[in-house]
């Protein structure tokens, strides 16, 4: 078989020009020329979000497959449009890889993104490859647009409003410590459900769309530090605290089941883990008459916004006091 | 002084979240949100560009000062949407930094950042910001619109019409033959100025403006990957091709004095040296009535398109053979 060798620009034309059919007739260029030309949407607003992932800080090679890596980067992107009650339309992909590549790694890579393209009716339009001398790195800007109703800003919840939250809470870094003591190997298939949930996670577009349209959130964030730390973003600029009550967090039966053979409190990883990828919003409506159209993502009450500043977590009445930095790094520079 | 240590929140907070000061009223959502919002221009296409620039592969450390690093990242970005006849104003700045930076480095690179920003009138409305376990990677999505008339598309070329380029070639990849060889210290005036033009580079925004909005040219392109590349990226899709003469190649008197004194031959680095960020297009103007409202940058007119396919470089009449394959670099996958 020999090795196979490509240009930057064999790179692109062999594996991501063709990576859908037609574009929409909105995509004047795309791939290829200096700049991709589009023409906007006059009635929606334009929403614009970026996220980077970097092997070695986001993701290990061991347990990342490339086809996996294209999706989680593309969803985790996805997820932000969704927080705005957005609909996301096309994909900027940057990629920094090493001179040295897994044989199959770029044919994988690129049909993860062509399968995670066609599930949310995404376009490439353009992008950049370089060689790394390092980890591989890829990075993606995505555009979306605003769907009926206008997108659902942060930094406006008011006191006295209810915070829900969709899916469940705490599996994807309760799947994250699976992989980095044992990997991927012989996981039982409660592990497996955790591990696919922090490697493929779902972000919650239609939920995202519904709850704008129907304009039932004052506020909504995706869940991506953690969800003190994202809450903490939520009452940024306010004079606004949160309460939130431990035994009303969502948690699935396999994070109940695997969280409770382990050394670690399982509410600690529902508050403080990072990358669940699920919805927090507040609302005026009330726990009861809150319901969306579809049954799946469940959505569930777990505290409300309080006059009083600073996040307060309740279990059974009885405040917690918890170490939650969510996934922050510090970066430092030699004085 | 002691050692500074920021999170990623903090770095955005103190570094990027000020660099301008209001944001336009079309700006609805910026950093901070979890995806930018915008309201676009109804009567403009948006123009979509991204590059990435990585330690040790695009600059170094030693010879790339971090102000100059933001300035010419977003200067790269700029001559694309330039390329286009388009107007830049919207970044999405990426960065992925090691643990350990120099004292002052992020002071001094959003110092640059915020420079070039206020020079061309740019906003900053989001990114991303990681660890890196190896290189400094930086990366930007530039969003811009399309002026008066038309963005100018690539691949549409007509045979007899003649080539142009602005400003002046090969200054850029001399610029830098002089940093890999002796750095930025002591060097001569000329040298210094062939080094500015790699480090810090003027795209043609005003040049490329006039040209689309004035319907002067069939096609442009900026030059990034050295002049015959690029044309070949012009030619790309036709069956066209194109006849250069290496005498009327504009090269700026720095280059020509410096040139002179080494082994290298200045053709080629006119010819095949990437970075150059001038304008490359084609026009059925003839070069004696083409003009434009400044006298800078200078228009010079290089050859012309043929009906005979593939790229010819011709000497005082004799075809030159060329060893061209621009910046490209090639990548393995194991067998």
Redesign the interface.
């Known amino acids: ?9 064999e ?1 692109i034309d062999r594996f991501f020009s063709t990576i859908q059919g037609h574009l929409p007739g909105e995509v ?2 795309g791939i ?9 949407d ?1 009635d929606a ?14 993701f290990r090679g061991t347990w990342m497959p490339p086809d996996t890596l294209a999706r989680k980067l593309v969803k985790v992107n996805i ?3 969704a ?2 009650g ?1 609909i996301p339309q ?1 994909g ?1 992909l ?1 990629l ?2 090493p ?8 044919e994988a890579f690129s049909d993860g993104l062509k399968g995670v393209f066609q599930e949310y009716n995404l376009f490439l ?4 490859t ?6 591989v ?1 890829v ?1 993606l ?4 647009k ?1 769907g009926n109703g206008f ?1 659902v ?3 406006h919840p008011k006191a006295g409003e209810t915070l829900f939250v969709t899916g469940t809470l705490g599996d994807s870094s309760l799947g994250m410590k699976i992989l980095n003591r044992k990997g991927t190997n012989s996981l039982t298939e409660d592990e497996a459900y955790l591990v696919k949930r922090h490697l493929d996670p779902t972000p919650r577009v239609s939920a995202g769309r519904e709850i704008a349209s129907r304009h039932l959130a004052s506020t909504m ?2 869940i991506s530090d953690g969800l003190i730390a994202d809450l903490g ?1 939520l009452l ?1 600029g306010t004079s606004l605290g949160a309460e939130i009550q431990v035994e009303s967090l969502p948690l699935s039966q396999e994070f109940k089941r695997v969280a409770s053979k382990l050394n670690d409190t399982p509410e600690t990883l529902a508050l403080a883990g990072g990358e669940d990828y699920e919805l927090l919003f507040t609302s005026s409506i009330s726990p009861d008459a809150f319901t969306l159209s579809s049954p799946t993502p469940k959505i569930t009450p777990i505290g409300h916004i309080t006059e009083t500043p600073g996040i307060r977590v309740l279990k059974h009445g009885t405040p917690l006091t918890l170490e939650t930095g969510g996934f ?8």
Chains 1, 2 share one sequence.
């Open positions: 078989m020999g090795e196979q060798t490509w240009s930057e620009f790179i004047i260029a290829g020329d200096d700049a991709a030309i589009l023409t906007p006059k607003p334009l929403l614009v979000t970026h996220d980077m992932m970097v092997e070695d800080v986001h997820s932000d449009i927080a705005m957005g096309f900027i940057s920094a890889l001179d040295f590549m897994e044989k199959g790694w770029l339009i353009g992008g950049d370089s060689r790394s001398p390092g980890p790195v990075a800007t995505l555009l979306g605003g997108p800003l942060r930094h964030i995706d973003h940024e922050q790094h510090r970066f430092h520079q030699k004085g």
